[in-house]
């Protein structure tokens, strides 16, 4: 994985810095690069059916959007082309979840994160999502 791409995950969990919608994109690619190097979590994108999840920041307008399964994945801002489903919720929920200071049933359970479409496929998405956490975990322990 890249080394930078490590650095810069490691200032966003610390909340080094300002944060900006657009660091999803460095989880994304974090994603993206693990998928491709990280055995577990290979196989886990592999044995997935292709799921696209449009994600929403209800305070900035800010969109983008992530396909995972079938061997890859693919991100990209704005929207997604028939999304399986799409989470909305605000710029502070979005980094209490990436940061790990927010578990996803708790945020929708109270209401904090909405969730339209196929909630299985936001279920599947949060499963990887999980690993990838574990994976970065042990990098950076490394």
């Not at 890249?2 to 994304?28: F, Y």
Request: hydrophobic share 35%.
């Amino acid at each position: 994985m890249d080394l930078n791409l490590l650095k810069k995950l490691a200032a966003l969990r610390d909340g080094e810095g300002e944060r900006k919608p657009s660091d999803a994109l460095i989880l994304a690619e974090a994603l993206k690069q693990l998928a491709e190097e990280n055995d577990d979590l290979k196989e886990e994108v592999e044995d997935m059916d292709q799921i696209t999840l449009q994600f929403e920041y209800t305070d900035t307008e800010y969109k983008y959007w992530i396909k995972v399964g079938e061997g890859k994945v693919d991100f990209g801002e704005g929207d997604a082309d028939d999304p399986s489903a799409t989470m909305k919720a605000t710029g502070a929920t979005w980094a209490s979840l990436g940061s790990g200071e927010l578990e996803s049933t708790s945020a929708y359970m109270s209401g904090d994160l909405q969730i339209e479409g196929d909630l299985q496929a936001a279920i599947s998405y949060g499963e990887i999502n999980g690993l990838m956490m574990e994976v970065l975990e042990e990098l950076s322990e490394k």
